[in-house]
């Protein structure tokens, strides 16, 4: 359990969850001013292992099953240089809720251009607001990826955030598994709202 803490001026990511560190929670803190030395690797809060790093970081050289963790009530931004919330494929199952983004100041580098990239599954995203103003890059809100085979980026459910992309991200939840997750869709319910977007809530099917 980290609670009520303040994590800034780091060279890299703020907070990383990895070695299977299963069933931690983060909650009621605040992550700014990451990757003062590599921008691509300066996520706020980083939740399990990129495949590339299972053989260091992988359960007996399997997944890193960081599995089951709980991101809520933290404010995240600024100055976080690469995604706010970084979920990695292998994970499943957590929770991220009630957090306040700010967008400003990522920098676009090692494709960190989201407040939130899920490549992990099963996961429920709800009840945040997220924000962007310049300067900085910024391609959508939230954005699903397939890293590994099925079901990566797939089963994730969005209910009741609310976006501002600051009249430069495009959707507030981008899906780009749509075609990969047809077995496990991704749900992006109606309760999400989206203001400033250049194309809207989302690309996916919208659940009432």
């Not at 009741?160 to 496990?184: F, H, M, P, R, V």
Request: aromatic share 6%; glycine share 14%.
């Amino acid at each position: 359990m980290i609670d009520g803490v303040r994590v800034h001026h780091v060279d890299e990511e703020g907070v990383h969850f990895r070695k299977s560190s299963a069933d931690s929670v983060i909650r009621n803190s605040t992550v700014t001013d990451t990757g003062l030395v590599q921008k691509g690797y300066g996520e706020g809060v980083y939740i399990g292992s990129a495949n590339s790093n299972w053989e260091c970081h992988g359960n007996s050289g399997g997944k890193d099953k960081s599995d089951r963790v709980q991101v809520l009530n933290n404010k995240l931004g600024p100055n976080v240089t690469a995604e706010l919330i970084d979920i990695k494929e292998g994970t499943v199952n957590g929770v991220v809720r009630g957090n306040t983004f700010n967008g400003t100041g990522i920098t676009g580098q090692n494709s960190g251009d989201s407040w939130v990239d899920v490549k992990g599954s099963g996961y429920l995203l709800e009840n945040n607001t997220g924000t962007f103003g310049k300067p900085g890059t910024f391609a959508n809100g939230y954005e699903t990826h397939a890293a590994t085979e099925f079901p990566s980026g797939c089963g994730n459910t969005w209910r009741a955030n609310k976006s501002d992309l600051g009249n430069t991200g495009e959707y507030a939840i981008k899906i780009t598994t749509l075609s990969q997750c047809t077995k496990q869709p991704n749900v992006v319910y109606a309760s999400n709202t989206a203001t400033a977007a250049k194309k809207g809530v989302t690309n996916a099917p919208i659940t009432p």
